[in-house]
């Protein structure tokens, strides 16, 4: 093989490697697409259920079912930015929450008990906001938020014990899986009766938006 030849292979060679090593990197770089937004034939009235913790107008027309985690990091970032939009879109949309506690975190059930004990109590949010806040938190850290939010501890370490409280939180996570939920935070978006469920808050803040714009 000629000397010419043999250098021109060899650019060839070194082209084709360059070019697919910027492809692998063009592919690798791209940001995360969130998760496709569903319709859904699932009623506002199939996903909620009596006395769960909720916020903002009960009569707004846009409702937002939050099916979350408490000790999901994502679920957290979810809170933070649903409650800007509550305070954005105040008096017009109301949100419910639902337990859904993942089995890969250890804690996440703990955390939903006690949440819902200090429910019981009338202090679900605050105890929300502690737990988000230390998602690391063991179960003495766990009474400590409770006396710091004036809990009555004996009713509140008997609740979180309570067959009551548990079965809120088994029928939330039955309704969740009922509901096909794989991965959490997913919210269920309805405007009047018609519903969308939607995974990770990014994509809700767009739907919210499209939403109050008219889209």
Request: proline share 5%; aromatic share 8%.
């Amino acid at each position: 093989m000629k000397s010419e030849t043999r250098f021109l292979l060899i650019m060839l060679g070194l082209v084709l490697v360059l070019g697919a090593g910027l492809a692998a990197l063009n592919y690798y770089s791209r940001p995360p697409q969130p998760p496709p937004v569903k319709d859904t034939e699932v009623k506002l009235n199939d996903v909620l259920a009596p006395g769960r913790p909720e916020k903002g107008s009960p009569n707004a027309h846009v409702v937002i079912v939050e099916f979350s985690d408490l000790q999901c990091p994502s679920c957290r970032r979810g809170s933070e930015a649903v409650e800007q939009l509550l305070l954005k879109y105040e008096g017009k949309i109301r949100l419910v929450y639902r337990h859904y506690p993942l089995d890969i975190h250890e804690r996440a059930m703990m955390y939903a008990l006690a949440a819902e004990a200090a429910h019981r109590q009338g202090k679900f949010w605050e105890m929300q906001d502690l737990i988000f806040n230390e998602q690391d938190a063991n179960d003495k850290r766990i009474e400590e938020f409770a006396r710091s939010l004036g809990l009555n501890m004996e009713q509140f370490r008997k609740d979180m014990k309570s067959r009551e409280v548990m079965q809120v939180v088994a029928d939330d996570l039955s309704t969740g899986k009922r509901l096909g939920i794989t991965s959490t935070p997913t919210y269920f978006l309805f405007v009047g009766e018609k519903g969308r469920m939607i995974q990770g808050y990014t994509s809700l803040l767009t739907e919210v938006e499209k939403v109050m714009e008219g889209g």
